[in-house]
């Protein structure tokens, strides 16, 4: 399974995390499944109502919005992400206990780092995580 995502839509994803540092951003992330590779084509920047540097929970308005939007667009979900203002890029304990769909992808994007680190996992079960591989496309 192979994931590929714009350069602009990557740049987006830092941008928010960037913009609302140091609280975590999160959003969704469309796009179009096949058998081998997820193609993320649209980012939906949401609101985490925790306002927080250690955890997110989207807006829940925010999110059935968004879902519209992408059904609309002709894109389903894929996943979504979150950023990690001073931690790295890997899903916290918290972040396994919440995942709830083994199908998603987790995008984490660290800015502990000068350099954004973004990566895609998949959570399973609580626990059992996939690090994908991805590239631009
Ligand atoms: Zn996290």
Redesign the pocket.
Known sequence: MIIKISKEDYNKIIKQAKEEFPL?CCGLLAGIKTEDEIFIKKTYPLTNIDQSSE??SMDPKEQFAAVKQMRADGYVLVGNY?S?PYTPSR??E??KRLAYDGNMLYG?LSLKDQQPILNFFRIIDNQLIEKLEWLFA
């Open positions: 975590e955890h997110f979150h990690h899903p916290s918290e972040d984490i």
